[in-house]
């Protein structure tokens, strides 16, 4: 892809996520300068505080004309504009804490938990914060890893990638598949959350590369195992596996031949071993470890 491409396919997804927005968080948000917005992290909303904007790894506060502090209404109104009036149909991300929209953005909220009788959170309400987190991509990031993940014997090593929040292992992933794709290997992505893909309307909204398959809004475990039985990939693709289930059918998937690459979080060798799959990087299934730190910038 060339530079300019992949300038107006950010932009494009910016833009697309602002639409989301009130018309007056909207244009303020598209008055900022290129040299932030090209940088843009994230966007926070709370209750009885300005919209806050972080950056290149500052944080801006943003003028409104009218009053700086978010209403509670107001905080309804983004909550319903980014859940398109539905919060019905976005119910099962919202359980877990944050939606994803299209382009691969994820927002967290944050507000009044509604629990059953068994204490499982089944709603939030009376939200009083969110936090849209710009998905983007990075072409190229993962070149330099590419060697380490194959065996010169046309093979893909299983990895993971390992990083805290916000240091850019959904972003490095993403280039992962993209490079692995184009050097001929058939990748299957399981993207839960869509957020590695971005899809909307049956299109990606990122470069996944030439040879790669994606199901999306699947859990992780069945999507793993269909994609074996169906799509006779090379290699794997997960993000933020962590539970016993995601390790089981990474097992199977090592068992029958297939690759794995997946993302996970934590932040040292002693975090992965005390993970669910711990157990594969003392047995060698797992080959290759690439942990992310934030300094100087995400994904080093």
Known sequence: MKAGDEKRRAERALENMIRRLPDDIGRTLRMMPESMSSKLEEIRFRTGRP??????????EMYRSDNQKLTPEEMEKIFSLLVHHS????????????????????VGI???????????????????????????????I??????????????????????????????????????????????????????????????????LGMRTDVIDSCP???????????MSP???????????????????????????IAAMHGDSFEDVLRSSVGSFVRRGIIQRLIFLTDRPTPGT
């Not at 292992?169 to 590695?196: A, H, M, P, Q, Y």
């Open 51 to 60: 919209v806050m904007v972080y950056a290149g790894g500052k944080e801006y």
């Open 87 to 106: 919060a019905y149909s976005y119910q099962e991300d919202i359980r877990s804490g944050f939606i994803t929209l299209d382009g691969g953005h994820r």
């Open 234 to 260: 090379d290699v794997i693709a997960a993000d933020e596996i962590g539970t016993q289930s995601d390790a089981q059918a990474i097992e199977r998937a090592c068992v029958s031949g297939v690759s794995v």
């Open 110 to 140: 944050c507000g009044r938990a509604v629990t059953d009788g068994s204490g499982r959170i089944v709603n939030i309400k009376n939200i009083t914060s969110i936090n849209i987190r710009r998905g983007r991509e990075v072409i190229g």
């Open 142 to 207: 993962s070149d330099g890893l590419v060697p380490y993940l194959t065996d010169g014997k046309g093979r893909v090593r299983n990895a993971l990638i390992v990083s805290p929040p916000k240091c850019g292992k959904t972003t490095v992933l993403r280039d992962v598949i993209r490079n692995l794709s184009n050097r001929g290997f058939k990748v299957g992505v399981c993207d839960e959350r869509c957020e590695i893909a971005g899809a909307a309307g049956g299109r990606y909204g990122f470069d």
């Open 220 to 230: 992780k475990d069945a999507g793993i195992l269909m994609m074996i039985r169906s």
